[in-house]
């Protein structure tokens, strides 16, 4: 089983910035995938950005630029620098890892993001 702690979340302005870190824990196999999904009050948890072993990195199209995912290989953490964040940004980010060998996903219990005047 892996455990994650997330932090960074919290209460922003529009147009304001936030990152949001990650460390997994719990597991000797390595993680090949690693990043971030989230889920806004009465919609479905989608995905944000993911950055696995061999470099390829997947972004939602809402992000258009606006965030950057990285990694720490070694010490199993991800994070996600969010700029010019906007209200519809507002939602619960979870962090994600897929682990290689049983090819199974895991998430985090997630950080609260919140963007309002």
């Known amino acids: 089983q892996v455990q994650f702690a997330e932090s960074g979340g919290g209460l922003v302005q529009p147009g304001g910035s936030l990152t949001l870190s990650c460390a997994a824990s719990?597991?000797?196999?390595?993680?090949?995938?690693m990043g971030w999904y989230r889920q806004a009050p009465g919609k479905q948890r989608e995905l944000v950005a993911t950055?696995?072993?061999?470099?390829?990195?997947i972004y939602a199209g809402f992000v258009k630029g606006r965030f950057i995912v990285s990694r720490d290989h070694r010490k199993k953490e991800a994070y996600l620098q969010m700029n010019n964040l906007a209200p519809e940004d507002t939602a619960v980010y979870f962090c994600?890892?897929?682990?290689?060998?049983?090819?199974?996903?895991?998430w985090g219990q997630g950080t609260q993001v919140t963007v309002s005047p």
């Open positions: 719990g597991t000797t196999l390595s993680i090949y995938t």
């Open positions: 950055l696995a072993n061999d470099g390829e990195t």
């Open positions: 994600y890892a897929r682990l290689e060998t049983i090819w199974r996903d895991y």
